[in-house]
């Protein structure tokens, strides 16, 4: 397994961006298929978007598409994952993950970081 850590949340009006980073460590970063998924009160954790090994495939929740942006740098062990024009239903805790195959299936992905809050103020 990786070890991963988020950082880049916030309070943020509707509206605004934020750029979340997840640092990895432990294993080579370059191995993992990287994942972010959310996590709203009372919701189970969703998948948001995903980036392949090389960064060649991508993959987005329909309520992110056109709005967020998964990307990575293999050099920096690091992945991001731009937010703009974020609105309240955008609040959530934000994990990033990774996983040894291109998927989006939650079950599939079995490292986890801590998350980074969210919040979009109306």
């Known amino acids: 397994q990786v070890q991963l850590v988020e950082s880049g949340g916030g309070l943020v009006q509707a509206g605004g961006s934020l750029r979340l980073s997840c640092v990895a460590s432990?294993?080579?970063?370059?191995?993992?298929?990287m994942g972010w998924f959310r996590q709203a009160p009372g919701k189970e954790r969703e998948f948001v978007a995903r980036?392949?090994?090389?960064?060649?495939?991508?993959r987005y929740a329909d309520p992110v598409k056109g709005r967020f942006t998964i990307s990575r740098d293999n050099a920096k062990n690091t992945g991001y994952l731009q937010m703009n024009s974020l609105k309240p239903e955008d609040t959530a805790v934000y994990y990033c993950?990774?996983?040894?195959?291109?998927?989006?299936?939650?079950?599939?992905?079995?490292?986890w970081g801590q998350g980074t809050q969210v919040t979009v103020s109306s």
């Open positions: 432990g294993r080579t970063f370059s191995r993992y298929v």
């Open positions: 980036i392949t090994w090389s960064g060649g495939s991508t």
């Open positions: 993950a990774a996983s040894s195959s291109s998927t989006t299936l939650r079950d599939d992905f079995d490292s």
